[in-house]
């Protein structure tokens, strides 16, 4: 069974700190893919990680993807309180196309 | 271009009634996915088709049907509602290899009691 594991689930940050979400995935994979969601709302594409190595930049936020350690990372650099929400990383097997969610880190950031 | 288009956005059913959830897209996309987002679980696949005439169960299919007539359609029907299909539903659409990974729509919350 494919598995994929985001730690931590919840995770509080005060405003201005650093932080990292790690997303593992248990099959072989070139393809991750980031979701942001907000309360009640539907989710929105953050970023697209195609190849071994490959790293992405989007203000505060940052995403790597290591396709040997099956693992990716979600980087939060100065955390503002505009970031809180729930972020979803996805995994899209070598061996087909359908797209396996993790089960979100939901990220609150304090004054 | 109003990407992926759910309805409706909140229903409420009895147990044993039947509906069903519209989905449509005008991207012109070839793959489309519904899924069910319950609290600690994240998203789960129910069933997914990559072109008009071609579907597939993904992880929780039971309860659930599809079809897909047309590119642009992908309803998702409940059969005889349950408690346990209470959740919320996210129909998304992709590109040929979902090179570009998914757009979602709105969502769909829903009830059953």
């Given amino acids: ?111 | 271009n109003a990407g992926v288009t759910q309805t409706p956005k909140f229903q409420v059913l009895k147990t044993g009634q039947s509906m069903t959830l519209q989905c449509a897209q005008d991207m012109n996309h070839e793959y489309m996915s519904w899924y069910r987002q319950d609290p600690g679980m994240g998203l789960r696949l129910i069933h997914y088709s990559v072109g008009a005439g071609i579907t597939d169960q993904g992880e929780v299919p039971n309860g659930y049907n599809v079809s897909r007539s047309t590119t642009e359609d992908f309803p998702l029907r409940l059969l005889s509602a349950a408690p346990s299909q209470t959740s919320v539903y996210f129909c998304a659409s992709t590109g040929t290899g979902g090179v570009n990974g998914y757009t979602f729509g709105s969502g769909t919350r829903l009830t059953v009691v």
């Fill in chain 1, 1 to 111: 069974e494919l598995k994929v594991e985001q730690n931590p689930l919840f995770l509080s940050m005060q405003e201005g700190k650093n932080y990292t979400i790690y997303c593992n995935y248990s099959t072989t994979s070139d393809r991750l893919y980031w979701y942001r969601q907000d309360p009640g709302k539907s989710l929105e594409s953050l970023f697209v990680l195609l190849s071994n190595g490959a790293v992405k930049q989007e203000g505060r936020l940052m995403a790597s993807l290591d396709t040997k350690a099956r693992l990716s990372t979600l980087h939060i650099t100065a955390a503002v309180h505009d970031l809180s929400a729930t972020y979803f990383c996805a995994v899209v097997p070598n061996t087909g196309n359908q797209f396996y969610f993790g089960t979100g880190t939901s990220l609150t950031v304090i004054p």
